[in-house]
């Protein structure tokens, strides 16, 4: 048979798909009924690197040299660039910045944290799940 499989290769084959396939199945599933928690809008955001620090500072300054400039890669790879040359005394400044975010985020944290343990209050209430032309229905 010219270009056409034996029996025995087309079950082996077959058999390596299946067992990727489960493998690969077995991993991914989430249990059912648990899916992706929300977020909080409330909960204090992760303060930046050193790095992201100084890209602040060096966005505004490149944008300034280069005003046609509309690509957002150019920038970074600039600033990437520029990181990678700079001495650790010239990177020192930014980390100082970097560590007294981070000081304030714990403690916002901590804080966020604190009332979370609380729990919610009255005014923190979730709202019910019905939406308000529903509950106008009931009525």
Known sequence: MKGGKSKTESKRADA???VNKKGAATKSRKPAGKGKAAKDPNKPKRPPSAFFVFMEEFRKQFNKEHPDNKAVSAVGKAAGAKWKTMSDADKAPFVVKSEKRKVEYEKSMRAYNKKQAEGPT????E?????VSEEEDDD
């Open 127 to 131: 709202e019910s799940e019905k939406s």
């Open 16 to 18: 390596k798909l299946a």
């Open 122 to 125: 009255a005014g923190d209430e």
